[in-house]
């Protein structure tokens, strides 16, 4: 079945933060959408690249070696696997990410916001 996701709307459904919710599939990758404050922790995924685009607000992803990323409303980012990366949102940030299904949130770090199994919204 062919269906349309408004952004807007389907960002309104939760309020918090670094718990991607799965709002499509592509091929063998989620579409997610998710809402970002503070910092993340570091960490890399050694078998998947992972896109951020920012919806809405602010996103700077900090990359090991290399200057930040600053990405704002309407931007996008490749990380490629392998690359040790850090998410970090200073005010409120909603981002749609394009993985593999394979890519957990944290990559090689697993804590207390490891996210292993994923609402469909």
């Known amino acids: ?19 991607p919710r799965i709002v499509g599939d592509l091929n063998d990758s989620y579409v997610k959408l998710t809402k970002l404050k503070g910092e993340f922790v570091w960490h ?3 078998q998947e690249d992972e896109m951020f685009l920012v919806v809405q607000g602010q996103l ?16 996008f ?4 696997r392998g690359v040790e990366h850090q998410p970090f949102a200073p005010e409120e940030v909603h981002v749609l990410l394009l993985e593999p299904k394979t890519t957990l949130n944290t990559g090689n770090v697993v804590n207390e916001r490891t996210r292993a199994e994923l609402e469909r919204l």
Do not use: Y
Not at 1 to 19: E, Q, Y
């Open 1 to 19: 079945m062919v269906t349309k996701v408004n952004l807007a709307d389907t960002l309104s459904l939760f309020d918090d933060h670094w718990n």
């Open 44 to 46: 890399s995924h050694e």
């Open 60 to 75: 700077v992803i900090r990359v090991r070696d290399q200057e930040d990323v600053i990405l704002n409303e309407g931007e």
């Open 77 to 80: 980012v490749i990380i490629p």
